[in-house]
């Protein structure tokens, strides 16, 4: 299972804009990755706004409309089903090197919530519905919050982990 080795770092940060990007294909599996981001906002006293695109491709040009419209993190949710075609890898690579661009050229963190899963089943067991083992959108959107804290940390002079010593 994926979840397992998950890092724990809880972050202080409250009172954020996060912008949540999801795609519409999978509605089912959409709804529980959004569910789990809000839940999640709600938690960490983020503020969020749902922004639909009709799919994962188009996850990235939206993503970067809202990283650089002054929002403090950008949370990415969609899914991607593999088929019978090539169709599944030029989707999930454009959607992963678009997000990461986003996330390297404007320097706001991107919560990677982008499920590419071989069926239909393993999306829905890790969409954070009733009986899923895993909330990828909670997690997309903890992990984001958690980077920006640690880019602040660096911005600031902090050292959070002053104990680490490379080898």
Same mark, same amino acid.
């Given at each position: 299972?994926?979840?397992?080795?998950?890092?724990?770092?809880?972050?202080?940060?409250?009172?954020?804009?996060?912008?949540?990007?999801?795609?519409?294909?999978?509605?089912?599996?959409?709804?529980?990755?959004?569910?789990?981001?809000?839940?999640?906002?709600?938690?960490?006293?983020?503020?969020?706004?749902? %922004?639909? /695109?009709?799919?994962?491709?188009? &996850?990235?040009?939206?993503?970067? +409309? #809202?990283?650089? @419209? *002054?929002?403090?993190?950008?949370?990415?949710?969609?899914?991607?089903?593999?088929?019978?075609?090539?169709?599944?890898?030029?989707?999930?690579?454009?959607?992963?090197?678009?997000?990461?661009?986003?996330?390297?050229?404007?320097?706001?963190?991107?919560? %990677?919530? /982008?499920?590419?899963?071989?069926? &239909?089943?393993?999306?829905?067991? +890790? #969409?954070?519905? @009733? *009986?899923?083992?895993?909330?990828?959108?909670?997690?997309?959107?903890?992990?984001?919050?958690?980077?920006?804290?640690?880019?602040?940390?660096?911005?600031?002079?902090?050292?959070?982990?002053?104990?680490?010593?490379?080898?």
């Amino acid at each position: 299972m994926s979840g397992i080795g998950a890092p724990a770092r809880a972050s202080e940060i409250s009172g954020l804009r996060v912008a949540v990007v999801a795609a519409s294909w999978h509605e089912e599996v959409m709804s529980g990755l959004i569910a789990g981001a809000q839940n999640q906002a709600r938690k960490q006293d983020v503020a969020t706004e749902l %922004f639909r /695109v009709p799919g994962s491709f188009e &996850l990235p040009i939206v993503a970067m +409309r #809202a990283a650089t @419209s *002054g929002y403090d993190a950008v949370i990415a949710l969609g899914v991607i089903v593999r088929g019978g075609t090539p169709h599944f890898d030029y989707v999930c690579q454009a959607a992963t090197d678009g997000l990461a661009q986003v996330a390297l050229t404007t320097g706001v963190p991107v919560g %990677f919530g /982008v499920l590419t899963c071989d069926d &239909l089943d393993q999306a829905l067991d +890790r #969409a954070g519905l @009733s *009986g899923s083992n895993e909330d990828k959108g909670g997690e997309a959107l903890a992990s984001a919050v958690s980077t920006l804290a640690t880019l602040r940390d660096i911005g600031s002079g902090q050292r959070p982990y002053a104990g680490f010593t490379p080898s």
